[in-house]
């Protein structure tokens, strides 16, 4: 038979069979009373899920939108802004603000590593005008996982004032991501990460502190206003069409989310990615992400000097149906990256494993131990309670 | 039983059972053999649809983030530019410009009248200097079809110059819309109108003209800008994830699309439209829309004096089933619409004037002649080969 395909990239994540049903269900008009009732439940489950009591808008579109809606929402041409590009989406966040005409002032970080939260105090201590600060929560690009409570909070201490925008696209729900608890200004999620739902819808929160900045913001806007979509949400509208199927399907994916409960979802995928770990440093193979900065989305893996990351995963895909992702930008080749965030189980990462561990093998790379020992180090992880 | 709802509104439009059970497919790759070779199909059935050899991109959004796009990928902040706000989307439209920094000069149409080709070529030579003229080829608010092609040939005999942007979204496919024939700039499509899908797509073409223009232009654009998409589309990738579902669909919808063909779903469109015009003015209603400007989309009637457009629609939502759309703006209770356009067929179009003849005869709304004439009516055009 033609080979299952298992998606293991960090997005799109599988979709459970109900959510997909979901999403076809026949169209509705987005101006009566079933859609107003759709969108106050979507919300309301949207809230909890972003841990925050205020405001969570819902745009049609990719992550990427949700960061230029972050942006041009609460900036102003000429604003000095601090960014922080670990890899290739908080560049893409930093250059998002500077095609709207900030000042960015960029903190380095050579990609793999995590930011470290004194260099972004000092940065901020240079910078006593800046009115925003853009941080990635979890960095697709590398698999780094971010202290964001602790950069927020010494990035106050520093200007108490201070925009803290948040890319959570492919961290929440994998790990923990406090809007409220942490006092961020805009969080921004997408659709196709641990939401377990198809890509196509961004999610934005906005904080008080987001909305006065809103009121005096003037880089130029339309399609992703706040306003206009806080004054359609009045009404539990929209500004213009909805993108049903995935509201559909965000509909069932929420209740599923909000009955695992955020703190199980979170050390499900904490788990996953200790397995995925302590398997791959099994199989010989080095972590491109800094100790301590793991993701729990996607672990990032050194691909082996004699076989570039695109060898392995076409063997992978071609030989054995398992999907992974390569690298971006400047690091392409030079890693591979393994998704297990979303409708993702241990047995989906213990396959996923163990056809990493055969295709190793079958390429011709030595293997430090005999074939299964890669696998049997993600099995004692999941062995333990 | 519950009501069967039958959908007769201007979008989002029903869609067909395959095309929603494509939407279902499980999620794959985005950056895939599998996935490039959708887009390149995709790709090629839009340019047929939109009758061009030029390009034509997808983005994932609203028809409103279409007509943002086409704005900000053409213009500079500054820029004069002529708009024919025909009504709600025509206003949205020069309002997006002016957001954005170009000078807008407006010319004012009645709502539910059509544009003058005559005084559009009378306010371009008042305007020497324009850069873009924005036309509404159907407006849905006022349910006016407009003459996109002589509009376009006037336009350019005083500007040949000029960037002729055309919101396209509801009229495309129902009605003719010629991108290369009428030498139009750019054309915007949405997904949820004919072409049969879920909202959560917009579609634009783009003439070797607005590449020119946008290679010059100076309006920020980040998520919706063409040529980040052009760059991605040479590998037949795109710079974000895009919106499966809706792409899943459109493989199937498109497939359909140009197996009726053009001619066929646009004589089909027409003869509904027909039948409904027939039909309601024989229940003593009149056509909101001037004589001679009648869209092929959706018709929009007057309510009668003595009954709000709303009690109308609840009770053909409530007691039939039949779901159709009020007014828009300042018009809102004044109309309703009702939509026949996507895939709806004679028999939908038959049902939906019979329930309204029915509503109202028992909202006590004296109809001129016996129960079954309004109908009648429409059963005539129908029998006409």
Redesign the interface.
């Known amino acids: 038979m033609p080979l299952k ?1 298992l ?1 293991m ?1 960090p ?5 459970p069979e109900d959510v ?2 979901a ?10 009373p079933e859609y107003m009732e759709l969108q106050r439940e979507l919300i309301a489950g949207l809230k909890q899920a972003f841990q925050t009591s205020g405001d969570v808008q819902i745009f ?6 949700g960061l ?1 809606a972050a942006v041009v929402n609460v900036l102003s041409p000429g604003d000095r802004v601090v960014a922080v590009p670990t890899g290739a989406f908080g560049r893409r966040f930093a ?2 603000a500077e ?3 900030a000042s960015v002032h960029r903190v380095e970080v050579e990609w793999g590593h995590a930011a470290d939260p004194g260099e972004i105090a000092a940065a901020l201590r240079n910078e006593p005008d800046a009115r925003a600060l853009l941080l990635t929560h979890n960095e697709t690009s590398t698999g780094v996982l971010h202290d964001i409570q602790g950069i927020a909070r010494e990035a106050r201490r520093v200007n108490p004032d201070i925009l803290i925008l948040v890319d959570g696209i492919s961290g929440m729900l994998a790990a923990d991501l406090q809007t409220d608890g942490w006092d961020l200004d805009v969080v921004i999620g ?1 659709s ?1 990460k641990a939401w377990m739902i ?3 819808l961004t999610f934005l929160s906005v904080s008080e502190r987001a909305w006065a900045a809103h009121r005096q913001a003037r ?6 206003d706040f306003s206009r979509m806080k004054k359609s949400m009045e009404t539990d509208q929209t ?8 509201l559909f399907g965000l509909q069932v994916a929420l209740r599923r989310i909000l009955a695992e409960g955020l703190p199980a979802s979170i050390r499900r995928h904490a788990r996953m990615a200790a397995a995925t770990r302590a398997a791959v440093q099994a199989m010989g193979l080095d972590l491109f992400a800094q100790e301590g900065a793991y993701s729990n989305a996607l672990t990032a893996v050194t691909a082996p000097a004699d076989f570039p990351a695109r060898t392995i995963r076409g063997a992978m ?1 071609e030989k054995r149906g398992v ?1 992974i ?2 690298g971006q930008g400047p690091i392409k080749e030079a890693i591979f990256r393994l998704g297990h965030l979303g409708y993702v189980d241990d047995n989906d990462v213990l396959a996923m494993l163990a056809s990493l561990e055969l295709t190793l093998s079958e390429l011709g790379h030595p293997l430090p131990a005999e074939l299964g020992a890669g696998v049997a180090a993600a099995q004692r992880v999941f062995s333990q309670p």
Chains 1, 2 share one sequence.
Do not use: D, K
């Open positions: 395909s998606l990239i997005g799109p994540t599988p979709v997909l049903r999403c076809a269900r026949p169209m509705i008009n987005h101006r009566g049609p579109a990719a992550g990427t939108g230029e250059e998002i095609v709207y005409g997408g196709q198809p890509p196509g880089m130029p806007r339309f399609y992703f500004p213009y069409t909805p993108a049903l199927p995935q895909r999907v992702a390569g």
